[in-house]
């Protein structure tokens, strides 16, 4: 399975973008899908995340709550990450993650519990 990451790009601060990852070449059985960010010199990032069971949850690191949207289109098998008012601190390469299977109903998934990975999309908010 390979997961695509697009939408990127330089915004300035209040600015909106994207981001979508598109699922490939198989079938995931999970019920979950996140957005992490890594920042230059710094560690990967929990961003947000949804899952899916009866309805969708989502969940949200707290420095994005208000600004920050995660939703899927299941026909399309993406996921996207609506980023309003963005500010300087939000640059990042983003990364999109899914978990190959399992099922997660009261959270979202750990770090270490996502198998596949997106290639990364560059997030650049000026001042």
């Known amino acids: 399975v390979q997961l695509q990451a697009s939408g990127g790009g330089l915004v300035q601060a209040g600015g909106s973008l994207r981001l979508s990852c598109a699922a490939s070449g198989g079938t995931l059985r999970s019920n979950a899908r996140g957005w992490f960010r890594q920042a230059p010199g710094k560690e990967r990032e929990f961003v947000a995340a949804i899952t899916w069971s009866n309805g969708d949850s989502t969940y949200y690191t707290d420095s994005v709550k208000g600004r920050f949207t995660i939703s899927r289109d299941n026909a399309k098998n993406t996921v996207y990450l609506q980023m309003n008012s963005l500010k300087p601190e939000d640059t990042a390469v983003y990364y999109c993650?899914?978990?190959?299977?399992?099922?997660?109903?009261?959270?979202?998934?750990?770090?270490?519990?996502?198998?596949?990975w997106g290639q990364g999309t560059q997030v650049t908010v000026s001042s």
């Open positions: 993650a899914a978990p190959n299977s399992g099922r997660w109903m009261y959270r979202a998934p750990s770090l270490s519990e996502y198998d596949h």
